[in-house]
């Protein structure tokens, strides 16, 4: 019954190794806007999913309620990640995750 | 990997952004607003109405080429649960007189246009995914009738099927998601499976595995979205594949325990101490 989840699932180029996919899930551990060692190390534990969304990342400085106002940039974590967490801190998630990415990404990046 | 991403429109509020309103399609503001970090329930603000949309399009474009030249395999565009093109889509948070409101086809253009400037950032229709949630519930969303929400749904996943993308994810009703109680419960898989034709469709939605299986293999969807099961899970896959038991989550962590000065106690726990 499983084997319906487990198999693979081809879409355009990239092959999911199986069916269950990472939803994307706010976690408010990006202090400053950005992700760290440790958000690069909660994502690779998660590898074996065929595809992880991740996080929703803000495309530009919005406030929301995952940090307080006292915070000394008034800004929601994800914020600022719009720019922020793609400029840097996705590349540290990749640099770290590329043996990782063969799961949902046959080819080199 | 794909990263989602995220414009909260009219569901943000000032004292987050500087005294500054949020965003919105029209001059209404969300029921409800109770914010994590601001005391008591100071409500959702109405929002200033975008002056042009393509505005907003422009610096989800700008994100679309960071995401693409960070790495990201893909793009989703979250187009669900309330947020900015979500306010677009549905008829009572767009009352917009011009050519981004009114009809079914004018309300869907935002999302629609959204998402060919991610296709065109990454060149490839198969990285750009689109989540939806036709239901409606959180946020203050959803359409008054399953009528309505399926004439709007139904043109939007047509028109986005023919873009040709790499999936649209469907979100189905669930309770925890409608706080104020007006989302609409009815299925909107079987609406939407036949006439998504060229992409893949994603569900999303408290499937445990039995379930999961079983849309897969009886409801015609190509995978399922899981979220709350992989928080303490991190070997999900290999927890469904051996019949192993599931880890509860550690809700207290699950954004992290605040100190006074507003800084998260210590992230790893509840977050990456599940091995």
């Known amino acids: 019954m499983t084997l319906a989840l487990l198999s693979p699932l081809n879409v355009g180029s990239i092959t999911l190794k199986n069916r269950i996919v990472m939803a994307s899930m706010t976690r408010n551990r990006c202090p400053g806007t950005y992700p760290d060692e440790v958000v690069?190390?909660?994502?690779?534990?998660?590898?074996?999913?065929?595809?992880?969304?991740?996080?929703?990342?803000?495309?530009?400085?919005?406030?929301?309620?995952?940090?307080?106002?006292?915070?000394?940039?008034n800004y929601n974590f994800k914020e600022l990640n719009g720019l922020m967490l793609l400029e840097f801190g996705a590349r540290n998630i990749l640099k770290h995750g590329r043996r990782l990415l063969p799961l949902s990404m046959p080819k080199a990046v | 990997?794909?990263?989602?991403?995220?414009?909260?429109?009219?569901?943000?509020?000032?004292?987050?952004?500087?005294?500054?309103?949020?965003?919105g399609p029209s001059a209404i503001a969300a029921n409800g607003g109770k914010f994590r970090y601001l005391v008591e329930t100071p409500g959702y603000v109405t929002p200033v109405p975008i002056k042009n949309p393509k505005d907003v399009i422009?610096?989800?474009?700008?994100?679309?080429?960071?995401?693409?030249?960070?790495?990201?395999?893909?793009?989703?565009?979250?187009?669900?649960?309330?947020?900015?093109?979500?306010?677009?889509?549905?008829?009572?948070?767009?009352k917009r007189t011009d050519e981004w409101g009114g009809s079914v086809e004018n309300r869907s253009r935002f999302t629609l246009e959204v998402l060919k400037e991610f296709i065109s950032v990454y060149g490839d229709s198969k990285r750009?995914?689109?989540?939806?949630?036709?239901?409606?519930?959180?946020?203050?969303?959803?359409?008054?009738?399953?009528?309505?929400?399926?004439?709007?749904?139904?043109?939007?996943?047509?028109?986005?099927d023919k873009l040709n993308l790499g999936y649209i994810q469907v979100a189905r009703f669930l309770p925890d998601f409608?706080?104020?109680?007006?989302?609409?419960?009815?299925?909107?898989?079987?609406?939407?499976?036949?006439?998504?034709?060229?992409?893949?469709?994603?569900?999303?939605?408290?499937?445990?595995?039995?379930?999961a299986v079983e849309v897969i293999s009886k409801s015609g969807a190509d995978a399922v979205v899981i979220?709350?099961?992989?928080?303490?899970?991190?070997?999900?896959?290999?927890?469904?594949?051996?019949?192993?038991?599931?880890?509860?989550?550690?809700?207290?962590?699950?954004?992290?325990?605040?100190?006074?000065?507003?800084?998260?106690?210590?992230p790893r726990v509840g977050y990456v101490d599940f091995n």
Request: hydrophobic share 35%.
């Open chain 1, 40 to 73: 690069v190390k909660y994502y690779e534990e998660r590898a074996s999913a065929g595809l992880i969304i991740t996080e929703g990342v803000l495309i530009s400085p919005q406030g929301f309620k995952y940090i307080s106002q006292t915070h000394k940039h």
């Open chain 2, 1 to 23: 990997m794909f990263a989602q991403l995220w414009h909260l429109g009219r569901v943000s509020h000032p004292l987050h952004q500087c005294g500054q309103n949020p965003i």
């Open chain 2, 58 to 94: 422009a610096l989800y474009r700008k994100a679309a080429e960071n995401a693409k030249k960070a790495g990201f395999d893909g793009i989703e565009l979250h187009s669900a649960n309330g947020y900015l093109p979500h306010q677009f889509l549905e008829s009572h948070s767009n």
């Open chain 2, 128 to 160: 750009v995914g689109v989540k939806l949630s036709p239901n409606g519930g959180y946020n203050d969303m959803g359409e008054k009738t399953f009528e309505e929400a399926k004439k709007l749904y139904s043109h939007l996943v047509q028109e986005a």
């Open chain 2, 178 to 211: 409608d706080p104020s109680g007006r989302g609409l419960k009815d299925d909107f898989l079987a609406v939407l499976k036949p006439l998504v034709k060229k992409s893949s469709l994603f569900v999303n939605g408290g499937y445990g595995k039995d379930e």
């Open chain 2, 227 to 266: 979220g709350r099961p992989f928080l303490a899970n991190p070997n999900l896959v290999q927890v469904y594949e051996k019949g192993l038991p599931l880890k509860q989550p550690d809700w207290m962590n699950l954004y992290g325990k605040l100190t006074p000065e507003c800084k998260i106690e210590n």
